[in-house]
């Protein structure tokens, strides 16, 4: 997955990403085939993002601030990565 989509986190932007946060949460999804292109890269509580201000406190964990909610900016790009 990385290797397709590099570490930029989907959700700040920023790179440094960590995790691969599923497009459709596993939560709601627990039987999804594992697909690459179904992720994207995303700072995780081991790998949180040291670009964006803190989040109460502590290092912004961008999948986990997600959780199972919907992605609010929807990604819309015009290129490649
Ligand atoms: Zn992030
Ligand atoms: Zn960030």
């Not at 290797?3 to 960590?18: E, S």
């Not at 989040?55 to 790009?77: D, S, W």
Request: proline share 11%; net charge negative.
């Amino acid at each position: 997955m990385f290797a397709i989509f590099g570490d930029i986190c989907h959700l700040c932007g920023h790179d440094g990403a960590g995790e691969a946060d599923h497009l459709v949460p596993v939560a709601l999804d627990a039987d999804q085939p594992v697909d690459p292109y179904a992720m994207r890269p995303a700072h995780g509580s081991s790998s949180p993002c040291t670009a964006c201000p803190p989040r109460n406190g502590k290092p912004r964990a961008c999948n986990q601030e997600r959780g199972t909610g919907a992605i609010v900016a929807p990604l819309r790009t015009s290129q490649e990565w």
